[in-house]
């Protein structure tokens, strides 16, 4: 069945350690590697992780809609079919080792959906419509005060709060230490990870 018992060569450790900044041993990375196989065996799964079972396993844990995991489907690949190992790491290395500045610039990244270095209004309201499909965040929002309890309503919250300059958009500095100063924002944002 495919790689499964692969191992990584030392060069491509070292390779793997340079890409996580050294965020899992050699071990972990090795386990890493031979439990991504088991489930994603090269011989039936050449390029990695299928979109399509992305965006299954995903919406029938965490619920949403198709067009948030697509989204991030894409955020993570470098691929526009599947998820190579290598962007399966990368990506638990930040969501699971990686600093609170490395996650929040990630998270701002995610949310600045045209690239442009800003979030706006409307990206973020994209998102979050999404994201309050997730069965945690019903939860979560449940748990809101009722200013705040929709996508609507948290967006205008975070702007309020955040865009100091007022001109309609946040930059990534806004962005990261409004986060930080804000625990319901970071337990929403914490949901995609």
Same mark, same amino acid.
């Given at each position: ?25 050699? @071990? ?36 949403? @809609? ?45 949310? @600045? ?81």
């Amino acid at each position: 069945m495919g790689n499964v018992g692969a191992r990584l060569d030392k060069t491509r450790l070292t390779e793997l350690e340079r890409r996580t900044k050294k965020k899992f041993s050699r @071990d972990e990375l090795e386990e890493w590697y031979t439990v991504f196989h088991e489930n994603y065996p090269s011989d039936q799964y050449p390029d990695g992780m299928p979109k399509s079972t992305f965006v299954d396993e995903n919406l029938e844990a965490h619920g949403g @809609d198709q067009a948030l995991w697509d989204y991030l489907f894409k955020r993570i690949s470098d691929n526009k079919d599947s998820i190579s190992f290598d962007d399966f790491i990368d990506h638990m290395a930040i969501g699971t080792r990686g600093t609170s500045e490395e996650k929040l610039q990630w998270t701002f990244r995610f949310y @600045d959906r045209d690239g442009n270095g800003y979030i706006d209004r409307h990206e973020m309201l994209t998102t979050f419509q999404s994201i309050f499909k997730m069965v945690e965040a019903v939860e979560l929002a449940q748990q809101m005060p009722t200013d705040q309890n929709t996508p609507e309503k948290r967006v205008k919250c975070i702007f309020d709060k955040m865009d100091l300059d007022q001109d309609r958009k946040l930059s990534m500095e806004e962005f990261v230490e409004g986060c930080k100063a804000d625990n319901t924002i970071m337990e929403v944002m914490s949901l995609l990870r």
